[in-house]
T-cell receptor, first 114, second 115 residues
Framework: NAGVTQTPKFQVLKTGQSMTLQCAQDMNHEYMSWYRQDPGMGLRLIHYSVGAGITDQGEVPNGYNVSRSTTEDFPLRLLSAAPSQTSVYFC?????????????FGPGTRLTVL | DQQVKQNSPSLSVQEGRISILNCDYTNSMFDYFLWYKKYPAEGPTFLISISSIKDKNEDGRFTVFLNKSAKHLSLHIVPSQPGDSAVYFCAAHAGGGTSYGKLTFGQGTILTVHP
């Protein structure tokens, strides 16, 4: 049981490049979400999903796209990277019954945009 | 507009003493509060939570207190251990509707427990 996994661990991009951050969970959780962590800001919700085929925006969705084709996977796409997207990104999952309760977080992806 | 605030960026405590981490919120719709702990290069891990219908929840060395009238919660760690050194995030959930499942986090407090 691997829990929530994220790849890559580190990534450096140039402004304007695109990339996909991968997230997978093996706990059969319906609810999945993406957060970014910036100094002095805590974690902020980017996008979330309550099940396969259903996604919605969080607090800071601009510049990011998501899709949810399976229960296990929830990739985050940066269409045209900007320096303001330099951050640490965390994926999380939880059962749909009480997604406000314990959310399980992945180890994070540290992204630098030059 | 920061709806959940942790006004102390850092806290230093001696091993064996009590650590008290504080959190204030502004949204009266928050109905569930959580504390997460984060070590460097790892994701946050759930520590303890409390529903708005309670004023206290205890789990071993960790106790969370909620004062709804003051919109304030605190996490007490007794006794503190060096392994408790980490960043602690307070988080809140506003129940129902479009807020379902969304957590709002505070900025975090770095706790250092000295041997």
């Amino acid at each position: 049981n691997a829990g929530v996994t994220q790849t890559p661990k580190f990534q450096v991009l140039k402004t304007g490049q695109s990339m996909t951050l991968q997230c997978a969970q093996d706990m059969n959780h319906e609810y999945m979400s993406w957060y970014r962590q910036d100094p002095g800001m805590g974690l902020r919700l980017i996008h979330y999903s309550v099940g396969a085929g259903i996604t919605d925006q969080g607090e800071v969705p601009n510049g990011y796209n998501v899709s949810r084709s399976t229960t296990e996977d929830f990739p985050l796409r940066l269409l045209s990277a900007a320096p303001s997207q330099t951050s640490v990104y965390f994926c999380a999952s939880s059962p749909l019954a009480d997604p406000w309760n314990e959310q399980f977080f992945g180890p994070g992806t540290r992204l630098t945009v030059l | 507009d920061q709806q959940v605030k942790q006004n102390s960026p850092s806290l230093s405590v001696q091993e064996g003493r009590i650590s008290i981490l504080n959190c204030d919120y502004t949204n009266s719709m928050f109905d569930y509060f959580l504390w997460y702990k984060k070590y460097p290069a790892e994701g946050p891990t759930f520590l303890i939570s409390i529903s708005s219908i309670k004023d206290k929840n205890e789990d071993g060395r960790f106790t969370v207190f909620l004062n709804k009238s003051a919109k304030h919660l605190s996490l007490h760690i007794v006794p503190s251990q060096p392994g408790d050194s980490a960043v602690y995030f307070c988080a809140a959930h506003a129940g129902g509707g479009t807020s379902y499942g969304k957590l709002t986090f505070g900025q975090g407090t770095i706790l250092t427990v000295h041997p």
